[in-house]
């Protein structure tokens, strides 16, 4: 059993930058020489996410404006705390959580055909953000 560690770079405009990163996961599997297993992609950092959706552009629209409803931006204790102004950025990150396991087989991702693997960036402000492939097979 093989353990092989990549990472994605990319940048973000944060406030619900939605970034489909299925393309970047495939290739790195590709040159991770493993053809059956598991890969975990994982978000270090406390205001982004990673999930899957259609990537189209109503739906992308439609999850932004769902997060606006659910965790306006606003007065939250950690603002207070900190005096920044992310802590929905943080809520809304914890609603999805800091990492996605996909199974793959025959050096391809076992997705739907309408199902994609994206990056979320909550955080307000553009940022660099590295993502971290953990692929589990053989």
């Known amino acids: 059993m093989a353990v ?3 990472k994605i770079s990319l940048e973000s405009s944060g406030n619900c930058d939605i970034i489909n990163i299925t393309g970047s996961v495939s290739d790195s599997l590709l040159d991770a020489g493993i053809g059956h297993g598991i890969v975990t992609i994982f978000v270090p950092g406390a205001t982004g996410a990673v999930t899957t959706i259609e990537f189209e552009p109503g739906l992308v629209k439609d999850l932004a404006e769902v997060f606006d409803k659910l965790i306006p931006s606003g007065h939250y204790h950690h603002d207070a705390t900190w005096h920044d102004d992310n802590a929905h950025s943080h809520l ?46 053989e």
């Open 4 to 6: 092989i560690t990549k």
């Open 92 to 137: 809304r990150a914890s609603m999805i959580g800091p990492s996605l396991t996909v199974p793959f087989r025959s050096k391809a991702l076992t997705l739907g055909t309408w199902q994609q693997i994206v990056f979320i960036d909550f955080d307000t402000r553009p940022r660099r953000r590295e993502l971290i492939l953990q692929f589990i097979g």
